[in-house]
């Protein structure tokens, strides 16, 4: 974070995402299990759905769409300049009500610059002028 806020002094941030979904071909017809989210160029999520659910007869595309919109409704909660990822994800996950289970990646830009949480297998990269700056 100290190295965002030094490198960028006082200009804004934004963060500029955007979104490609590939779902395995036996997937394709309940759109994967995948789900995501952007918000006001502030914050992104994604979610990948645990796919061992479908032999319970459970969609684990639903349970991660569900966590997503359910992160969606936390952080509109949260104060804009100081989002808390960790509060984010809890109140998610509480008010996910649909069986199954997900990997889960939030980041936020705040005014204490980039703020991320990652649960399972699923993560992010930022990346600039062709350089990893961190993952």
């Known amino acids: 974070d100290h190295y965002f806020r030094t490198m960028l002094g006082d200009r804004s941030l ?42 319970y007869g459970i969609d684990a595309g639903q349970y991660a769409r569900d966590i997503m919109s ?14 808390d990822l960790t509060r984010v994800l809890e109140k998610a996950h509480s008010s996910t009500t649909v069986p199954g289970s ?15 949480i990652n649960l399972g297998d699923s993560g992010f990269i930022v990346i600039r002028d062709g350089c990893t700056l961190c993952r």
Request: hydrophobic share 40%; aromatic share 6%.
């Open 14 to 55: 934004k963060l500029v995402s955007g979104v490609c979904y590939l779902p395995h071909p036996d997937k394709e017809e309940t759109g994967g299990e995948d789900a995501h989210f952007i918000w006001d160029e502030q914050a992104i999520g994604i979610a990948d759905g645990v796919g061992g659910w479908a032999s």
């Open 70 to 83: 359910n992160a969606v409704t936390a952080i509109e909660e949260e104060p804009k300049d100081s989002i």
């Open 102 to 116: 997900s990997t889960a990646c939030i980041i936020a830009i705040t005014n204490q610059g980039i703020q991320a």
